[in-house]
Structures are given as structure tokens and as C-alpha cells.
């Protein structure tokens, strides 16, 4: 049985970029800011401005979304980073680009910047994240261990 032979491909290099850069630019502007906020709010007790905006949204239980809107920045931004989760991690991302894409439409401010952010969220939940990343990692380790089990069988 002939092995396939994995390469790291312009593809592969560009999915790298855009994750990188897109989760890294995500967590260092906005996400690890927001997040030690919300933990300075859910632990603290400290007041955070970001739930009363959630709450003109119109969101139920704005204290819980506020804090899934801050996981959303940071922790699915840095799963998307590491390509751990890829598709889901992005799609989170997405989703949390799009409410604030939204909200800065509404109140007539520049969109520019939630729009970026949600492109490259939708690019990588569409396009998963490459071979050079730990999903990559797992599904090339899953097709070894398949294809050592069926040698052994």
C-alpha cells in the first residue's frame, strides 16, 4: 500500500496567515482586553459598560452574552489561531463580528473593522484551518494510526 505523501502547499501557507493574523489582531486589539474585563466582572464584581450594550441590543441576559461575546474575542479566536477546533472556532467569531458589524451599521459608525474581522472568520470556517495547524496534527495522526491498524488486520 502506497503512503500519501503530505506537502505544505500556497494553501496551506495562506490559511496559516489568515488565521494567524486574523485571531492575533482579534485577541491583541479587542479580546484579551475584553476578557479581563468580563473576568473582573464575573469574579470581581466590577462594572463593565459592555453589558449595558449588549442589554440595547436587545439580548437576552445581557450579562451572559456580554461574557460569550468575550470568549468569542479570545478563546474561539485563539482556537482559530492554533487551527484547534478550526471551523467552530471560526464560525463563533463570525457570528460575533456579524452582531457587532450590525450594531456599529445601526448607529451609523464605520464598519470597517468587524467587517474585516468577519471575512476572515467566514474564510477560515469555510475553508477549515490547513494542514499546519492541530487539527491538521490530529487528522493526519487519525489517517496513520487507520492505516497502521489496516496493515495489522
Known sequence: MRSRVS???ATDAGLLVLRLGCASLLIGF???L????AVDYVFFGQPWTFVSL???LGFPWPPVFAVASAMAESVAAACMALGLWTRWAAAIVAFNMAVALANEAFK???I???ALYLIGAL???ILGA??????GWRRTRRERLKTAAAGIC
Open 7 to 9: 506537502r505544505f502547499t
Open 30 to 32: 479587542h479580546g484579551w
Open 34 to 37: 475584553r476578557l479581563h474585563r
Open 54 to 56: 449588549v442589554a440595547r
Open 108 to 110: 451609523g459608525d464605520p
Open 112 to 114: 470597517e473593522l468587524p
Open 123 to 125: 474564510a477560515v470556517a
Open 130 to 135: 490547513g494542514r499546519v495547524s492541530l487539527d
